[in-house]
């Protein structure tokens, strides 16, 4: 990002996880150059079954969702505290959940897009929630 300070990077953030009894939650950022592709990069977070369990797919919607602010929140802090990233032009002001209005997701569209936009950033869900729907989905 350092070597292309004159174009716009879209960081965006975004999780999912797979529907088995003891689910991982790939964690992605994606920089995206518009019109030019971009990187991601993935954390997968594991839990051992005495930390958490999810008994419902509610659950683990609100643990991607809930994961994915806390490190939007850490992540937007280092980028505006970081002398070294002074000269980066970004946009980084979304979290995309992988929910939609279709589907069995759709009855929570409003509690999940409050809980981002109480956070300080804007929701995009399905079908224009790529980081979450599309990235992270690869990696479940």
Same mark, same amino acid.
């Given at each position: 990002? %350092?070597? !292309?300070?004159?174009?716009?990077?879209?960081?965006?953030?975004?999780?999912? !996880?797979?529907?088995?009894?003891?689910?991982? *939650?790939?964690?992605?950022?994606?920089?995206?150059?518009?019109?030019?592709?971009?990187?991601?990069? =993935?954390?997968?977070? +594991? $839990?051992?079954?005495?930390?958490?369990?999810? $008994?419902?797919?509610?659950?683990?919607?609100?643990?991607?969702? $809930?994961?994915?602010?806390? *490190?939007?929140?850490?992540? +937007?802090? +280092?980028?505006?505290?970081? /002398?070294?990233?002074? %000269?980066?032009?970004?946009? *980084? +002001?979304? =979290?995309?959940?992988? =929910?939609?209005?279709?589907?069995? %997701? &759709?009855?929570?569209? &409003?509690?999940?897009?409050? *809980?981002?936009?109480?956070?300080?950033?804007? /929701? &995009? =869900? &399905?079908?224009? !929630?790529?980081?979450? !729907?599309?990235?992270?989905?690869?990696? %479940?």
């Amino acid at each position: 990002m %350092t070597a !292309s300070p004159e174009k716009v990077f879209e960081i965006t953030v975004g999780c999912d !996880s797979p529907s088995s009894d003891e689910p991982f *939650f790939p964690l992605v950022v994606v920089a995206l150059k518009k019109g030019e592709g971009g990187r991601f990069f =993935i954390k997968k977070i +594991r $839990y051992s079954p005495f930390e958490k369990k999810f $008994y419902s797919w509610r659950q683990r919607i609100l643990e991607e969702v $809930y994961l994915s602010c806390e *490190f939007a929140l850490i992540l +937007r802090e +280092r980028l505006l505290n970081a /002398p070294e990233l002074k %000269t980066i032009n970004y946009d *980084f +002001r979304y =979290i995309h959940a992988d =929910i939609g209005e279709q589907g069995k %997701t &759709k009855e929570m569209v &409003k509690e999940v897009t409050g *809980f981002i936009m109480a956070n300080g950033f804007e /929701p &995009k =869900i &399905k079908p224009y !929630s790529y980081a979450a !729907s599309v990235v992270a989905d690869r990696y %479940t």
